[in-house]
């Protein structure tokens, strides 16, 4: 189970932090990080931990910044200067020996 908190309302501007933890051990995690999805729109990547390297999507890129602890147990997203454009429900992800575990969602909302 994945465990997600951190969402809320912010004004434009603003900042929040959201956090991601495995409620047990997870060995190798292939991959980290968060998408987010607005209502009928597809889910869109906001940023990823591969390997040793980070990536992020487009319309986030300086703003977020993407991090995870050294037990490889817990993933961060800190987004900083939201936008009106960045509301939507945000969701981690672990990719784990060839398998995607997601959480349950955190709902983001910038209001202008």
Not at 104 to 112: D, E, F, H, N, Y
Request: glycine fraction near 16%.
């Amino acid at each position: 189970e994945f465990v997600e908190s951190g969402g809320g309302l912010v004004q434009a501007g603003g900042s929040l932090r959201l956090s991601c933890q495995a409620s047990g051990t997870i060995y190798n995690p292939r991959a980290m990080g968060w998408y987010r999805q607005e209502p009928g729109k597809q889910r869109e990547l906001v940023a990823g931990i591969v390997g040793g390297a980070r990536k992020y999507g487009d319309s986030v890129q300086g703003r977020f910044t993407v991090s995870r602890n050294s037990a490889g147990n817990t993933v961060y997203l800190q987004m900083n200067s939201l936008k009106p454009e960045d509301t939507a429900t945000y969701y981690c992800y672990f990719s784990i020996r060839g398998h995607d575990f997601w959480g349950q969602g955190t709902q983001v909302t910038v209001s202008s």
